[in-house]
């Protein structure tokens, strides 16, 4: 697993040379692209690309995911509905999300990776309402995707109508396309208070294409926290060991979201690779 591990830079230090350098010095083998200096990945031109592939193919790292964030908008603008982290992106139309789509293409060809990740549209109040308008268009940027050979990952996130397991992998069996597949984070379920495993992991083994790794749990005061891994309710050593069970070959990439009180990004990232070690020399053992 070790050999597929690598991390969303922003998670490290929102400066990127910074992130690289710590991602190197850790062992890891791959970075996800979301903010880089605070821009949105979708933001910079092909000479900032360019450059940016340069630094990290100097450190001996590949990209692994542009974790756009495509469909995190509301599929009507009269509704109310829910909202969440668009990292420094305004809120924009449908249309104007398939443009970022588009650029999301040519930013990952440069980038030399084939996954781009994307969501389900801000959260409605009743999500099951509007399911088959949301399929059609997660079949639309499908067909676009192949297109491209591009694999989409929808992730679960409960800020948007695929927040759980359930509907994610409801969502891609109605769509039904080699070029998309569920980025499963069995942090986020528990985020939402429901149980990643065994559960949720039941409703989307054998469609997901791509792992997040973070842990977290619902506190007393009746508020999600998210928490270095081991920390959490995630049974992460269970988790692991049924991924690596069932075959799959892809790759992990933290995506920490907690910082330490009085510490920085980079330390709660830190403390959630020492949380994945442990676990992973507890299952050696």
């Known amino acids: ?85 668009t990292f420094g992106q305004d809120e924009e139309s449908v249309e104007s999300h398939y443009l970022k789509l588009n650029r999301a293409f040519e930013i990952a060809k440069l980038l030399k990776t084939d996954k781009i990740r994307i969501f389900s549209f801000w959260r409605e109040q009743n999500p099951s309402d509007y399911e088959d308008e949301i399929v059609d268009h997660l079949k639309r940027a499908a067909n676009l995707a192949e297109k491209e050979d591009i694999l989409l990952l929808l992730e679960n996130e409960g800020a948007c109508n695929g927040g759980y397991a359930s509907e994610v992998s409801r969502m891609a069996k109605k769509v039904n396309s080699s070029n998309l597949k569920v980025l499963w984070d069995p942090g986020n379920e ?12 039941e409703a989307v083994k054998g469609l997901y294409g791509h792992v997040h790794l973070k842990d977290a749990y619902i506190g007393t005061d009746g508020q999600p926290k998210c928490v270095p891994i081991g920390d959490g309710n995630v049974p992460y050593l269970e988790q692991l060991q049924a991924i690596d069970r069932d075959g799959y070959q892809g790759l992990f990439t933290i995506e920490t979201h907690y910082v330490p009180e009085g510490g920085t990004k980079m330390d709660g990232t830190q403390l959630t690779l020492d949380g994945l070690n442990q676990l992973l020399q507890t299952a050696k053992r």
Not at 36 to 64: A, M, P, T, W
Not at 190 to 201: I, T
Request: charge should be negative.
């Open 190 to 201: 528990e985020h939402g208070g429901r149980s990643a495993f065994p559960q949720g992991y």
């Open 1 to 85: 697993m070790l050999d597929r591990l690598g991390v969303i830079t922003d998670e490290v230090s929102p400066n990127i040379m910074e992130a690289l350098d710590w991602i190197k010095g850790k062992g890891l083998k791959h970075v996800e692209l979301r903010r880089i200096n605070d821009k949105n990945i979708i933001d910079l031109g092909d000479n900032e690309i360019r450059h940016l592939l340069q630094e990290i193919e100097q450190r001996g790292l590949y990209v692994s995911c542009i974790s756009s964030p495509v469909f995190k908008c509301k599929l009507d603008p009269s509704r109310t509905v829910a909202s969440g982290d």
